[in-house]
């Protein structure tokens, strides 16, 4: 039972355009999202999160979103750059206590065309 | 964030053996976890480990098969024991220095492939 779903495995975008990757989830117990951006070789890296209690959170060219009700967040990236092209995974956590236990979405692999 | 680093960073191993993979953070964190990405899949959550207090492996994961280790604030290693073909994965190890809702930071990764 995928809890986390990220419906697109791949997104192609020209550079300096916007970039929209979307998840998914299922469990309204969830109260903590996170981005990750993976390059190949390298353990994820943390891009940016959100808590339930806000429904937006920017950082720089990096913006997420969230909709409780749809239970669906989306982070945008504009302008988008080559170096952004990466495999780009959500994060859920907070289950009623059981709260640092990231449940991960199937990643997005993102290509950004120069 | 903390700086992380996994030892070996990747290995080709024969089935039944077992490989014993470490995880070094440069300060003290409260808490660590593992996580195993199966090839086209997830990052998916083995254990929690905690200092001074045995692991707490998730559903479908037991000790025998992944004991972890954690002797310290700053260093942790998970064994992949009697390890099969399914096993070929990467592992990673992550960290929070705090409890609550907290970011979690990863390592590199160790990408294990069992003939």
């Known amino acids: 039972d995928q809890q986390v779903k990220q419906n697109s495995p791949s997104l192609s975008v020209q550079e300096g355009r916007i970039s929209i990757l979307n998840c998914d989830y299922t469990?309204?117990?969830?109260?903590?999202f996170l981005w990750y951006k993976k390059y190949p070789a390298e353990g994820p890296t943390f891009l940016i999160s959100?808590?339930?209690?806000?429904d937006k959170n920017e950082d720089g060219r990096f913006t997420v979103f969230l909709n409780k009700s749809a239970k669906h967040l989306s982070l945008h990236i504009v302008p988008s750059q080559p170096g952004d092209s990466a495999v780009y995974f959500c994060?859920?956590?907070?289950?009623?206590?059981?709260?640092?236990?990231?449940?991960f979405g199937t990643g997005t692999l993102l290509a950004v065309q120069p | 964030s903390a700086v992380i680093s996994q030892k070996p960073s990747r290995d080709i191993c024969q089935r039944g053996t077992s490989l014993t993979i470490q995880c070094q953070v440069d300060s003290q964190v409260t808490m660590m976890f593992w996580y195993r990405q199966q090839p086209g899949q997830s990052l998916t959550l083995i254990a929690t480990a905690n200092q001074g207090s045995e692991a707490t492996y998730e559903s479908g994961f037991v000790i025998d098969k992944f004991p972890i280790s954690r002797p310290n604030l700053t260093f942790s290693t998970l064994t992949v024991s009697n390890m099969s073909p399914e096993d070929s994965s990467i592992y990673l190890c992550s960290l929070t220095k705090g409890g609550g809702l907290e970011t979690q930071y990863f390592g590199p990764g160790t990408r294990l492939l069992v003939l």
């Open positions: 469990n309204s117990m969830f109260d903590y």
């Open positions: 994060a859920a956590s907070g289950m009623g206590g059981a709260t640092n236990k990231l449940i």
């Open positions: 959100i808590s339930s209690i806000k």
